[in-house]
């Protein structure tokens, strides 16, 4: 490893979840959307497709931009795109946080994160969530080496979400950016979107692998005021979505009635998943995305992963050191998720 910077070398990496190759399982480990895309992503990737890839794409991706400015009601200029909201997490922390220099994230969350900051050499500080899954008064310290705030709004894996006006609070505090990572706010009863207006600190990432059932396209953005979006463009790959992502997702963020009927299907499905999951005995905790946080007070849950993997259905086994595990279930089709629940009503 000599090769390589300390930093790299030390790190152990961002570990993706599972993705078998074989369709035969009942995937509820990524919080992939189970249904098919908006057709109307298909027949715009046909027709790119149909143009030809000679050419390298618009390298700011001005048609999707104007399309989500339009539904968001920001101009384009307040809107940087991204090879998946991952690629957007990276440029936005390779942009603001350098070696030695100090990022934040709440605890139990997403983990890639801390990956970022590694990548970076910085350092990276995990406060806990309060057990009713709230934010603790250290979440709104100071400090000169803090750098960026990451608050995943709803969170993963519980699913819970910190309401707007305490956000609003939270950014006027600190003293860096905050970046809210709304990758599951289409899922959620409100968001922050209106708040990148009222306060240059806070910053909106959203993505859409989830909501988009765009997941294997790759798309995803940030909204923050435009003079920070400027200096975001300067850190990110010259040609970082590609035609047919560009397409596609244009197209996606056309189709508000396909997002529309796909969420009300969601949320619906979430419902019964929980309530039909907490008559098992698990303390699931209400949810705003498309995933249910499932820990079991009574008995461990690895065991009842281990089953339902040997049964073809793949659930998300979590375990946080200091907080505790439980099961991150996906919301997929109906069927899959009576089969999840038809197979957890053996175990317990
Ligand atoms: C909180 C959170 N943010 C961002 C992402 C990344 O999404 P994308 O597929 O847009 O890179 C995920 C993916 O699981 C996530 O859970």
């Known amino acids: 490893m000599r090769y390589f910077r300390p930093e790299i070398a030390a790190m152990a990496g961002y570990t993706p979840g ?79 946080v350098g070696a030695g220099q100090l990022l934040r994230l709440p605890y139990p969350s997403y983990v890639l994160y801390t990956t970022l900051a590694e990548i970076q050499g910085a350092r990276s500080e995990q406060v806990h969530f309060q057990p009713d899954w709230s934010l603790p008064e250290a979440f709104a310290a100071g400090g000169p080496e803090l750098k960026l705030v990451f608050l995943p709004n709803p969170n993963s894996p519980s699913g819970t979400m910190v309401p707007p006006d305490a956000i609003l609070r939270l950014a006027e505090r600190l003293p860096c950016p905050l970046l809210v990572d709304e990758a599951y706010a289409d899922f959620a009863e409100t968001n922050c979107m209106s708040l990148v207006r009222q306060c240059e600190r806070v910053m909106v990432s959203r993505s859409l692998s989830k909501s988009y059932a765009l997941a294997g396209l790759r798309f995803g953005y940030l909204v923050a005021q435009p003079h920070l979006i400027a200096e975001f463009a300067k850190v990110k790959d010259s040609y970082n979505c590609d035609t047919l992502a560009i397409a596609g997702a244009t197209a ?25 999951a907490r008559r098992l005995g698990f303390e699931t905790v209400d949810s705003q995305a498309n995933f249910t946080w499932n820990p079991h007070p009574e008995q461990p849950v690895k065991p009842m992963f281990d089953e339902l993997r040997r049964r073809g259905i793949l659930v998300r086994y979590m375990d946080y050191p200091g907080w505790g595990d439980g099961l991150r279930i996906t919301v997929g089709t109906d069927d899959h998720i009576d089969a999840c629940l038809d197979a957890l009503a053996r175990m317990v």
């Open 18 to 96: 599972e993705q078998p190759e074989t369709a035969d399982v009942i995937k509820l480990n990524t919080n992939e959307n189970p249904y098919r895309c908006s057709p109307a992503v298909d027949e715009a990737i046909g027709e790119a497709v149909a143009r030809g890839l000679n050419k390298y794409p618009d390298p700011t991706a001005g048609a999707f931009r104007r399309q989500a400015a339009e539904v968001l009601g920001v101009g384009p200029e307040w809107i940087l795109c991204g090879n998946g909201s991952d690629d957007v997490l990276t440029i936005v922390t390779r942009a603001l």
């Open 252 to 276: 996606a963020l056309a189709d508000q009635a396909w997002l529309a009927q796909n969420r009300a299907h969601i949320v619906a499905t979430r419902q019964r998943l929980t309530s039909d």
